[in-house]
Every structure is written in structure tokens, then in C-alpha cells.
């Protein structure tokens, strides 16, 4: 591939403008479905359009003693983590800028946007932020390694760090939804913690700390930053749907045409999406604590058990 | 980590009107916590004392958007007591269904913002859309959704129609089988369960030494409710339980509350049904002779009580609210010591606070232990130095 096909797969499809058009289009589903459980009638399809737009033409403002500096290149930095997220992922068939190990280095380019809910938080000077960022992060120390060993499982399985191969395994061995589905139920539970999503919204907890980290980003950063966890959504969806769903391979045919590849892919993570927006509309809000002993009680030793019995087939030879 | 204070309110998104706390947390716990009342102090009992009877009721409706007519009925009755005159049973049965009413959509107010603040929103949504059954009853009963304007001394302003018995039986249909749901709900959702139960906890001692009235005193087992202890309207004749709970946390008040609107339901019924024919006002006086009544009503959030003095003119001598809201505050102060910060929604709006209701002044000189009163000018003069900082808070 020349440098300028991989300008145009970086910047335009299905790099940049295509992923930011479909990180609005999640968000409109999210709001849509939600709003269809709860009997509102919801947004129409271009709001989160509009709503991004809006927010770029209004007024930034900093706190007081805020470090006006780190507040304005935070969202930018998740933004672009996400983004080369989403760039290593195979979603047309095997991605030009995918390489072996490529699936930790996306998963922890997905870690990035809650670190910088952190430093956001610190760097806004006011209770609420700092604890809201202090709840992020401490929610990151508990979800993460659980999420993580779920994620390693099928690169385990398939015997390769690249998503491209796990792809090229499932084609050949079957979906490891079938024989994984611990691991796959964690990854959502770690997904939804992730993107602070009820009822793991507690950073955010909008009647405790007003937004959480987010409180005092205005204008053009609170429009990035929530493009960025759109996004996030997308690519954490379409994760989901490369490495437990078989990403865009057909039964069959292994390598579909590009086009319907793509549409596979999408297709699967919107379902993803669909379980994750469900479970949003269908909780409250957990406690610190209580989300602590859940994701110490049940999610570790869940994804921890997974692994074993992963290690334990492939090393007594079987599939 | 080292003591931070955190601010809530007086404007913060969980609170609906303005109060302010001060919490004292270390990390998530919650070491003390200072209360702010009072931002909004609305001079009602004083203006109150400048209106005739008649004109004194639609004031005191406006005291609560959520129980105005628990003000009104608990003031009519308490002044009808006064002239020595007895409403005619239709009225009484009237105000009876309106005040069960009341009690229903705000117990379902109440479930939704329960539901809020614990960030289930889908609970919100549901309960505040089928509280619309109940405010189209009103609405076709009273001609007004909040505001009904249905007391007036001697009686009420307006019969039921038939028509209007009949559609409302129908929407009772409907809103029976949603309460079926929200009590599953509340009792099964994991989430709420995990969020209510255990929280806020009030023993039965506590509750009965700070004074807590209403769903809040019934969730700690306490067996108190007005409408049965001193009965009044058309109270006496129709059957219901009162429920209490003995867990005396969030969970035990919303299993109160859950189980009051079946109840409230099943009031509504009785009344309907056995609704007497006949007048819906007897003639009241224009003056009242002198006297000092203490009125007590059963309203949606507690016992609220009225204390009429009467000094033989048509307006009252003095008129002192005592809201529900007041009696429970000192519980919410009581519970929230251990808990965590994110609670704090919880256990305030387990109460059910309707604070602006519950304002008042009062100027005490502490050392002296006497009660002075300030004019106009002085408390104006008093109101700008405090807010330009010239003076500190006392």
C-alpha cells in the first residue's frame, strides 16, 4: 500500500472521518434506544451532529488555578488514542497498519481516555472533578486486569498477538464466542466500565458529583472529549466483534469483498452495542465499594478461570 | 487521605431546591456533615395573618407545588373547628379523594426521584409518565393540575360529575397494574437493592427521638399515621392499613411508600364508591370566634401540622406550619455519618424534603433565651450586609 492509500486509510476510511461519523451514530442509537425504553420519543439522527457542532462554537472556559494548558490538550490526546485504536483494527480484512502485538497496543491505547479523566480532573481544581477522578481511576484498577485477561484469552487460544490472526484463527477453528463465553461476558462488563456507563457511571454520577471529571470541560473540549468516549464505544464494540465474534469473515469465505467485510464487522458491533445500551437503560448506579467487591469477587476470578482453562486446552492439545 | 469538605448545594443537580450541606468526607466516607436550611424564606405565615378566610386559602395552597392540598384542608378543617361547622359528607368525601390522590402522585414523584438519584433513569421516566394518569384525574376533577383550588371553608368549590367517577375507575384499572410492576421493580432491580438497602439506617429509638413523621418514621416501625390515630374527612369511614416496615433504610421507605399507593388506590375506590349525595358546602361564617386550634394532617410526606389562633376577626391572629419536611430533617443529619459520599442523594431525598415548604424565621437571642423581631428596614439592612460578606452567617 503507497503513502497516499494509507493517508486515506488513517484520515478518511476507515480512519477519521468515517469513525467519527459513526461515533454519532452510536451515540444517537444509545440515545435513541435508551430514550424508546424509557417511552421518550428521543433525538432525531443528526443531533449528536448538531450537538457536536453547537458545542465547538461555544465559550471555553477555564477555572480559576486550572491549568488551562492540559485542559485543552487532554481531549485531544484521548481523541487521538482512540482513534489509532481503531486504525490497528482488521475491519476491512487484515488492516496496513496492523502488525504482530498490535492487540495490546490497542488495548492500551484504550486505557488512555480514562487515564486523562484523571488528569482532567486534577488539573480542573475542584472537589468534584478531583474525586470524580479519583473514582475513575480507582475504577480503572478494578476492571482493567479482568478486562485485559478476558481480551488475552482468544490471543492465547488463537496463539498470536495480532487481532488480524486471532480473525484468520476463528475462520478456521470456529467462533470463540462458542468456546469463550466467560471471557466475552467480562469484556462487555469491562467495556461498559470503561466507557462510564450505568451502572458503572459512578465517576460521573451526575447526582453525587455533578459530571465527575467532566464537569468543568466546556465548549470544544467537552465536544472532543465526548467524541472521544463515542468513539471508544465504537472501537471497544468492534473489538468485542474482532475477537470473539469473528469479525467480518463470513461462513465460508473467510476473506469476503472489503465492502461487505466492513458491513459484517459493523453489523456484529452494533450488537454488541445493542447489549451495552440495554443493560445502560435497565440499572441504577453502584457504590464504589460495591462495584470493588463485584469486580474482585466475581470478574477477576471469572477471567482468571477463563485464561486457565484456555492455557489448559491449548496445552493439552486440543482444538 | 486527609478531611475534605465538599459542598452540596445550594445549586447542585441532585437537589431540587436550594439547601446546602456541608460534607466532611475521608476519601468516600462521610465523617460529619453540617446542614444550611432556610434559602428560601417566604414570608407565608406573616401574609397569612393580612387575608381574610376566604382569601387566606389559595395562599396557603401555594406553600408546596406537591401537597397544596394538604395545606388548604388541614387549615379549612382546622378553622371549621373554630366556627364550630361541619362540612356535609359529600365535601368531606371529596377532599378526602383529592388529598388520596395527591398522596399517589407523590409517592410516584417521589419513586422516580428515588430512582434518579441513584441513576436509574428508565425508573424516572416510567413513574413520572404514569403520574400523568393521576394529574389528568385531578385535572378533570379540580380543573387544575397542581393548584386544585377545591377547599374552602364550609365545604368544596366543585362536585364530581359521573362521568368523571367512571373515567377515573378506569385509570385506577390501569394504574394498579403499573404498581404491580413498580413494587417488582423496586424489590427485584438489583441495582436498587444494593443502593437501598442498608442505607440511611434509622432504628426505631432514633426515629421516635428525633421526631420523624410520616414514611420515614413507618419505614423505622414506627406505627403512626394521622389519618387513623386522629382521624379526620372521610377518614373514619373507609378501610385501609397503615403499612410500616421495620428495616428503617432507604429500601424500607420505598417499600412504604410502594405499598401506601396501593393503599391510596384502594381509598380512592371506597370513597368512590360510597360517595353520599347532598350539598358540598355548608355556609360558613365570614369571622371566627377566638380560639386555638391545632390542626394535624396526614400529608404525602408526614404528619404536618397547622396551629390556628382565631381572635374573633376574619383573618387569623397567627397561623405556624409545622411541614413534615422539618420533623425529618434531623434524621437525614442522623443517618449519614459512616456512609459513603455517594449516599448522600439517597439518603437526603429518602425524606422526601420539600424544603421551600419548610422555611421559616425565627430571631432568638441565645443568651438571653428571648425572642425578638426585627422590622422591614432593619432585616433588609440585615439581608445586604450578610450577602456583601460584612457579616458572617450566624
Not at chain 1, 491505547?109 to 488539573?123: K, N, R, W, Y
Not at chain 2, 392540598?69 to 359528607?89: I, R
Not at chain 2, 413513574?127 to 386544585?148: A, C, F, P, S
Not at chain 2, 404525602?300 to 391572629?317: C, K, Q, Y
Request: with cysteine; aromatic share 8%; glycine share 8%.
Amino acid at each position: 500500500m503507497d503513502a497516499l492509500s494509507t493517508l486515506f486509510y488513517a484520515l478518511v476510511f476507515p480512519g477519521f472521518l468515517f469513525l467519527a461519523s459513526l461515533a454519532l451514530l452510536f451515540q444517537y442509537v444509545d440515545r435513541k434506544v435508551v430514550a424508546r425504553v424509557q417511552g421518550r420519543i428521543g433525538p432525531p439522527l443528526l443531533q449528536p451532529l448538531a450537538d457536536f457542532v453547537k458545542l465547538l462554537g461555544k465559550e471555553v472556559i477555564s477555572p480559576e488555578g486550572s491549568d488551562s494548558r492540559v485542559l485543552s490538550a487532554a481531549p485531544l490526546v484521548a481523541l487521538a488514542a482512540v482513534f489509532a485504536a481503531f486504525l490497528l483494527m482488521p475491519v476491512l480484512g487484515p488492516s496496513p497498519l496492523g502488525f504482530t502485538g498490535d492487540l495490546p497496543v490497542a488495548l492500551y491505547l484504550l486505557t488512555l481516555p480514562t487515564v486523562i479523566m484523571l488528569v482532567v480532573g486534577f488539573a480542573s481544581k475542584s472537589a468534584y472533578t478531583s474525586l470524580g477522578g479519583a473514582r475513575a481511576v480507582t475504577l480503572l484498577f478494578i476492571y482493567e486486569v479482568p478486562f485485559y485477561l478476558a481480551l488475552l484469552a482468544p490471543a492465547i487460544a488463537a496463539g498470536s498477538w495480532s487481532m488480524g490472526a486471532i480473525v484468520e484463527w476463528q475462520s478456521a477453528n470456529g467462533l470463540l464466542v462458542l468456546s469463550q463465553p466467560l471471557a466475552l461476558a467480562v469484556a462487555l462488563v469491562g467495556l461498559q466500565a470503561k466507557l462510564e456507563r450505568a451502572p458503572f457511571d459512578i465517576a460521573e454520577a451526575e447526582t453525587e458529583l455533578i459530571a465527575g471529571p467532566w464537569t468543568e470541560l466546556t465548549g470544544r473540549r467537552l465536544a472532543v472529549m465526548r467524541l472521544s468516549f463515542d468513539a471508544a464505544l465504537v472501537a471497544g464494540c468492534v473489538l468485542v466483534a474482532l475477537l470473539f465474534l469473528g469479525g467480518g469473515a463470513l461462513p465460508g469465505d473467510p476473506h469476503p469483498y472489503w465492502l461487505v467485510a466492513v458491513a459484517v464487522v459493523l453489523l456484529k458491533a452494533f450488537l454488541v452495542a445493542l447489549v451495552l445500551i440495554v443493560v445502560r437503560a435497565a440499572f441504577g448506579r453502584l457504590r464504589v465499594d460495591q462495584f470493588s467487591s463485584f469486580g474482585w469477587r466475581v470478574l477477576a476470578p471469572a477471567a482468571v478461570l477463563q485464561v486457565f482453562v484456555v492455557l489448559v486446552t491449548v496445552g493439552g492439545g486440543w482444538p | 487521605m486527609a478531611e475534605i469538605m465538599i459542598p452540596i448545594g445550594p445549586q447542585h443537580p441532585a437537589l431540587k431546591e436550594p439547601v446546602n450541606f456541608k460534607v466532611f468526607a475521608e476519601g468516600e466516607i462521610i465523617t460529619r456533615l453540617e446542614l444550611d436550611l432556610s434559602y428560601n424564606h417566604r414570608g407565608i405565615e406573616k401574609a397569612a395573618e393580612s387575608r381574610d378566610f376566604t382569601r387566606v386559602v389559595p395562599l396557603l395552597e401555594r406553600i408546596c407545588g406537591i401537597c397544596s392540598h394538604s395545606h388548604t384542608t388541614n387549615f379549612v378543617k382546622g378553622v371549621e373547628e373554630a366556627m364550630g361547622v361541619t362540612p356535609p359528607p359529600r365535601a368531606q368525601y371529596i377532599r378526602t379523594l383529592i388529598a388520596e390522590l395527591e398522596r399517589l402522585h407523590s409517592h410516584m414523584l417521589w419513586l422516580g426521584v428515588g430512582g434518579h438519584e441513584i441513576g436509574f433513569n428508565t425508573l424516572l421516566m416510567w413513574t413520572w409518565r404514569d403520574r400523568e394518569d393521576i394529574q389528568d384525574t385531578l385535572e378533570e376533577m379540580t380543573g387544575n393540575r397542581v393548584n386544585y383550588g377545591t377547599n374552602k371553608v364550609g365545604g368544596v368549590r366543585r362536585d364530581l360529575t359521573q362521568d368523571q367517577i367512571d373515567r377515573a375507575h378506569k385509570r385506577f384499572d390501569t394504574l394498579e397494574e403499573r404498581f404491580q410492576g413498580y413494587a417488582e421493580m423496586a424489590t427485584q432491580n438489583p441495582t436498587i437493592r444494593e443502593r437501598f438497602q442498608g442505607v440511611g439506617k434509622l432504628t426505631r429509638e432514633q426515629a421516635l427521638a428525633l421526631g420523624t413523621v410520616g414514611p420515614t418514621a413507618r419505614a423505622s416501625g414506627v406505627d403512626s399515621d394521622i389519618r387513623r390515630d386522629d382521624p379526620y374527612c372521610a377518614y373514619p369511614d373507609v378501610k385501609f392499613q397503615v403499612v410500616t416496615e421495620e428495616s428503617g433504610d432507604v429500601f424500607g421507605r420505598t417499600l412504604v411508600r410502594v405499598r401506601e399507593m396501593m393503599e391510596s388506590l384502594k381509598i380512592c375506590r371506597q370513597l368512590l364508591a360510597d360517595l353520599p349525595e347532598g350539598p358540598i358546602a355548608a355556609k360558613a361564617p365570614r369571622t371566627a370566634p377566638k380560639a386555638d386550634v391545632i390542626s394535624r394532617y396526614e400529608a404525602p410526606r408526614g404528619e404536618l401540622v397547622h396551629t390556628i389562633l382565631t381572635d374573633g376577626s376574619d383573618h387569623v391572629a397567627r397561623l405556624d406550619i409545622r411541614t413534615p419536611t422539618l420533623a425529618n430533617w434531623t434524621s437525614v443529619a442522623a443517618s449519614l455519618p459512616g456512609a459513603h459520599l455517594a449516599d448522600i442523594p439517597v439518603v437526603v431525598a429518602a425524606i422526601d424534603p420539600c424544603l421551600s415548604c419548610t422555611s421559616r424565621v425565627t430571631v432568638v437571642d441565645i443568651h438571653g433565651r428571648k425572642p425578638a423581631s426585627y422590622s422591614w428596614d432593619e432585616l433588609r439592612a440585615w439581608g445586604i450586609d450578610r450577602h456583601a460578606g460584612r457579616r458572617r452567617r450566624s
